[in-house]
């Protein structure tokens, strides 16, 4: 069974910068497709990032491309999500996910929740002034 533990999140101004962690075990990640989804009060929780530690593949929602950077380090069985730049609405509860044996369509569908079987409990995120 994989636990996956968030940490990272915290208060912050707009324009600073966060590192989220998340932290597998159980299992050792290899061959999976672990995402970071946020979610807003009041919001559904939507795909922030995500990843296949098959091929290192990532993929960004355009809300964040060019500002957050998703990476693996395989030796401590963690995914990480470097936000920079940070905005008032990016204020959140951050989750990671994992799920085994992404597919070739992975690339399509790795912001749909369903696409994930493990996540963690989450790690607030706020952006404010």
């Known amino acids: 069974q994989l636990h996956l533990v968030e940490s990272g999140g915290g208060l912050v101004q707009p324009g600073g910068s966060l590192r989220l962690s998340c932290a597998a075990s159980g299992l050792t990640l290899d061959d999976y497709a672990v995402g970071w989804f946020r979610q807003a009060p009041g919001k559904e929780r939507e795909g922030v990032s995500g990843?296949?530690?098959?091929?290192?593949?990532?993929f960004y929602a355009d809300s964040v491309k060019g500002r957050f950077t998703i990476s693996t380090d395989n030796a401590k069985n963690t995914i990480y999500l470097q936000m920079n730049s940070l905005k008032l609405e990016d204020t959140g509860v951050y989750y990671c996910a994992a799920g085994p044996g992404p597919n070739d369509l992975y690339g399509s569908v790795w912001y749909k929740t369903y696409e994930y079987d493990d996540w963690g409990q989450g790690t607030q995120v706020t952006v404010s002034s």
């Open positions: 990843i296949s530690t098959r091929d290192d593949k990532t």
